[in-house]
């Protein structure tokens, strides 16, 4: 069984998120501990497991083949989750580059239907709901988790489950250096912590970091399904539907963002850095 490790929202190796892919032969997915027995061996932040929809099936949101064309998870090393945006990046990145799908490709996932659509520059779009966001006050102890003064906190919805924390400016979120063991008692998920780019001018409108303990991931390189709230964010704050966003992280990754209503768009690149062999079957 062919197993590939993408960076996604990045265009060079060794940057943005790694995920392993696994494009299963059979039109079911294997038992839930095999699946997570390969992502903790694989011990990235997410492993994505797809299959094809044969006519009739259903997928992991019950879709029929007729609203969706592969079935998609995504497993953390300790857990599955109901959302990814880079492993989804990844996989749609896997699927066209070696000529199994082109144009947009569907899937059937916990959170719903999502598509990936290719371009000729080599980019990919990501069709995501869009989190909603709900005012809430700062936790006690969050911001003395993070080592930093919230201005405003925000709670993402169902799907991703994090508490979004804005920061006074990009340097205290480039400084963050959190007490994850007493994140873990604040979300769902984990903390999005973001504030308005320094330089408006820097190819960037937001900077975010993402930090998801409860989940087993200390700190996530990129976060496609976080930009499903930091679009709706920042949009409202700026004034302008589309944005890019840099998640400043050690590896770092740009994710340009579209606001739809109640759908977000996610642009951005992949690049396959390993391609190899999985010596174990379900």
């Known amino acids: 069984m062919r197993i590939r490790i993408v960076d996604a929202f990045t265009d060079r190796p060794f940057a943005g998120n790694p995920a392993g892919v696994l494009l299963l032969d059979s039109n079911h997915f294997p038992d839930d501990s095999w ?7 694989v011990n ?29 998870r995504w497993f953390t090393p300790s857990t599955e989750v109901d959302m990814c945006g880079h492993a989804t990046l990844a996989t749609a990145h896997v699927l066209h580059t070696t000529g199994i799908a082109g ?11 999502l598509s990936a659509t290719a371009h000729e520059d080599g ?6 709901p869009t989190a909603p966001l709900t005012p809430v006050e700062t936790p006690d102890g969050v911001a003395d988790a993070l080592g930093a003064k919230v201005i405003s906190a925000h709670d993402t919805g169902p799907h991703i ?19 994850l063991a007493a994140l873990v008692t604040y979300s769902k998920r984990g903390i999005i912590a973001t504030a308005a780019a320094e330089d408006p001018h820097g190819g960037y409108d937001f900077v975010s970091r993402c930090f998801f303990p409860q989940v087993g991931i200390d700190e996530d390189p990129v976060t496609g399904s976080a930009h499903t709230a930091l679009a709706p964010f920042w949009s409202a704050r700026l004034g302008r539907g589309e944005l890019t ?9 740009l994710v340009r963002t579209s606001l739809r209503g109640d759908r977000t768009l996610l642009t951005g690149r992949a690049v396959t850095v390993i391609d190899g062999e999985l010596l174990t079957s379900p």
């Open 35 to 41: 699946l997570q027995q390969v992502a903790t061996e």
């Open 44 to 72: 990235l932040s997410e492993t994505a497991f797809a299959h094809p929809l044969p006519s009739g099936a259903s997928g992991a949101s019950g879709a029929s083949d007729g609203e969706a064309d592969w079935a998609l």
């Open 103 to 113: 144009g947009t490709v569907r899937f059937a996932a916990r959170c719903g239907i």
């Open 123 to 128: 980019t990919l779009t990501l069709d995501f």
């Open 161 to 179: 489950g994090d508490l979004l924390v804005e920061l006074a400016d990009e340097q205290s979120v480039r400084a963050l250096r959190p007490d």
């Open 245 to 253: 966003g840099l998640q400043a992280s050690a590896r770092s990754g």
